[in-house]
Nanobody, 116 residues
């Protein structure tokens, strides 16, 4: 059974920084893409950033470009460095793993709250 463990969320003041991590475990085929998504209260889940595992090629939502950086390491851990955080970044952040043979997996999410 594949599991994705997110960590690094918390509360921070506007302008602050947080670094999220996502560690996959279990048996799965090779990774194609890993990504971060978020869901604010009362809103639909939205795309934040993704990284193509073989590239690595990255892509970002316009709302986070220049402030967030997605990265990975050789242990398959996914990161999201979030700088210059704004109150509108408040959400539950989820990581997603897409395999090369099709199946996709989601983590349970980590709460990020930006408030003064």
């Amino acid at each position: 059974q594949v599991q994705l463990a997110e960590s690094g969320g918390g509360s921070v003041q506007p302008g602050g920084s947080l670094r999220l991590s996502c560690v996959p475990s279990g048996r799965f085929f090779s990774i194609s893409v890993m990504s971060w998504h978020r869901q604010a209260p009362g809103k639909e889940r939205e795309f934040v950033a993704e990284i193509n595992w073989s590239g690595p090629v990255t892509a970002y939502a316009d709302s986070v470009k220049g402030r967030f950086t997605i990265s990975r390491d050789n242990s398959n851990t996914l990161y999201l460095q979030m700088n210059s955080l704004k109150p509108e970044d408040t959400a539950v952040y989820y990581c997603k793993l897409a395999t090369s043979n099709g199946p996709q997996y989601w983590g349970q999410g980590t709460q990020v709250t930006v408030s003064s």
